[in-house]
């Protein structure tokens, strides 16, 4: 130490002061790390939400993100790809394929195009012989059109007055009938009506009254009976009766119209002018 210098003792510098770290926060329920890597194998989505508000450190929690949606995204990486069925079928670039005509489709024809519904020709006018085969073809009948006036046994020159159905009316949809009159008779009106009208009866002349006489009154002869009428066609007509459709089937009247002999309404259930239809 130099002569005429003085000493001054600097005591050593203290440590400097470290302020004590900050508290650890708590953790939740939901930030427990066994939980979280539970999901993030599990169901990745939930597990990666976790993550980020785990107390994992930042690095964590991105090499945690990673690894969980490669785990999510590892089967839709991995899955085949579809076949282009087009490209298949496609074929070689040197090969030239000749163009092959494409088939048209042919229209397959629905039953209701193949096959022609019979419909009802006009037989009004004609003779019965020609009408014969389609009324019988359908389970027609053949009536006669004066109520009063039977079929012969034989009735193919008879003409035809009326028809049902009407022409050009398809035949499936009624029973063929036909009514038929005798050649150099005139066709009715209407069918059913009556040609041989019954006369009137004449009425007698009144009796002329006896004259009073001193004689007694001698008795008066007791006038005769007259005979009673014979039963007309039209009357017997109206005593036909049927009780139901299987007499009318027996009787070979089956279907029966309203105006046949027998029609009632009893026979007739939906009021459509045929009883007796099936």
Not at 16 to 25: E, G, H, L, N
């Amino acid at each position: 130490m130099p002569a005429g210098e003085t000493y001054v003792y600097t005591p050593p510098q203290p440590y400097p002061y470290a302020p004590p770290p900050p508290p650890r926060p708590l953790r939740r329920w939901w930030q427990h790390p066994a939980l979280i890597i539970t999901l993030l194998v599990i169901f990745p989505p939930a597990g990666i939400a976790l993550v980020w508000t785990s107390l994992w450190k930042k690095s964590q929690k991105i090499v945690a993100t990673v690894l969980s949606a490669l785990w999510f995204l590892l089967p839709f990486l991995t899955a085949d790809p579809p076949k282009d069925d087009a490209k298949a079928d496609r074929p070689a670039a040197g090969a030239s394929p000749s163009p092959t005509p494409t088939p048209t489709p042919t229209p397959t024809p629905t039953p209701s195009e193949t096959e022609e519904v019979p419909v009802m020709p006009s037989l009004v006018g004609g003779a019965y012989a020609s009408a014969e085969p389609i009324v019988t073809a359908n389970l027609g009948r053949a009536y006669a059109a004066y109520k009063d006036v039977d079929l012969p046994a034989e009735y193919g020159t008879w003409l035809v007055c009326f028809q049902r159905p009407d022409a050009g009316a398809p035949v499936t949809s009624a029973v063929p009938v036909v009514y038929l009159t005798e050649p150099g008779v005139p066709c009715p009106a209407s069918p059913n009506t009556v040609l041989h009208k019954p006369t009137p009866k004449p009425t007698p002349p009144p009796s002329p009254k006896p004259r009073p006489t001193t004689q007694p009154p001698t008795a008066a002869p007791e006038p005769e009976p007259e005979p009673e009428p014979e039963p007309t066609q039209e009357a017997a007509e109206e005593d036909v009766y049927y009780r139901n459709c299987t007499a009318v089937r027996a009787a070979g009247a089956a279907p029966i119209h309203r105006g046949d002999p027998g029609y009632a309404r009893h026979l007739d259930r939906d009021g459509d002018g045929v009883g007796c239809e099936n």
